[in-house]
């Protein structure tokens, strides 16, 4: 008897029916974040390029465009130069802003990854509402970063200006673009936190009535974290990182509001939502007459 032809396994195909097994499940893991890995090694690398052309002037930008008192002029850079006080604190700046700019452009294949892995063990509608929170979470976050962007001369232009006249503002690139990373990750984040709030209303966890009573509280807390999570401390930037964090969770609200009012409608036509655990349901499944169904004006007799 002929052995078979040595070849490649081939790959197991997927359980439509998500019944995998434990290894099965650890093995798709794995080769799903490998791959993940791999696409932010590339895109880490191509941002490593790109940081000579362009990258770099991008994220010098807000500070080139303080007043001149402001800005140190070293040699050929424009009377915006940044100071390095290490022999390995060039590397591990571009290092650092190409990893971040690696995860942004490689957003999109490892997010389809984490996707991919988790959607077998989702319902239909968990998986709409699923879409829609990576859809919006992903735009809350880039309107977060871009606000932060946008703010970032006037608040350096505060904060340095409060040191006064006689001194030389000399800033490090170490510290400065710390600073700069710190406040893009730190504006995007807080703009998923009213996000939050819709999914654990959306889920059952989180009432309008419990919202709408703590409201206060949120406003008053939204407040306090913006304090302690902005890099600056000055009240310019925690007001610009609160201000829209208390529109977004005011929009929480009245959507908890509307999707409560949805539920609750839902709930009053099925007639269930008065039952015990322990009650059967109301239906009347004895079959009706001919004349009964045809006779529009007749009401279904309950048990």
């Not at 008897?1 to 029916?17: F, N």
């Not at 209303?201 to 409201?215: A, D, I």
Request: charged letters at 20%; aromatic letters at 10%; one cysteine or more.
């Amino acid at each position: 008897m002929s052995e078979a032809p040595r070849g490649r396994r081939r790959r197991p195909p997927r359980d439509a029916q998500a019944t995998m097994s434990l290894i099965a499940h650890l093995t798709e893991l794995r080769n799903r974040v490998a791959l993940s890995l791999l696409a932010l090694l590339v895109a880490t690398a191509v941002s490593f390029w790109w940081y000579d052309q362009g990258l770099g002037d991008f994220i010098r930008a807000p500070y080139c465009d303080l007043p001149e008192d402001l800005r140190y002029g070293g040699d050929d850079s424009g009377g915006c130069g940044l100071l390095i006080t290490d022999v390995f604190g060039g590397v591990f700046i571009r290092l650092k802003v190409s990893f971040l700019a690696g995860a942004v452009l490689s957003a999109p294949f490892w997010l389809y990854q984490v996707w991919a892995f988790i959607t077998p063990g989702l319902k239909k509608n968990e998986r709409r509402y699923g879409i829609g929170f990576v859809a919006v979470s992903s735009l809350l976050f880039a309107l977060g970063a871009v606000l932060a962007y946008i703010s970032l001369s006037a608040g350096l232009r505060l904060l340095l200006g409060l040191a006064g006249d006689g001194v030389v503002i000399a800033l490090t690139a170490q510290d400065y673009i710390g600073f700069v990373l710190s406040l893009l990750v730190a504006f995007g984040v807080s703009f998923e936190v009213p996000l939050i709030a819709i999914a654990l209303n959306l889920v059952g966890v989180l009432s309008y009535e419990v919202l709408r009573k703590s409201r206060r509280w949120i406003f008053f807390l939204t407040i306090v974290f913006a304090a302690f999570v902005t890099p600056t401390q000055d009240p310019f930037t925690m007001l610009l990182m609160a201000g829209p964090m208390i529109v977004l969770f005011e929009l929480a609200i009245q959507i908890a509001r509307l999707v409560d009012k949805r539920r609750a409608r839902r709930a009053a036509v099925e007639g269930f939502h008065d039952l015990g655990d322990d009650e059967a349901s109301p239906l009347d499944a004895r079959p009706s007459t001919l004349d009964d169904a045809l006779d529009p004006t007749s009401t279904p007799t309950r048990t």
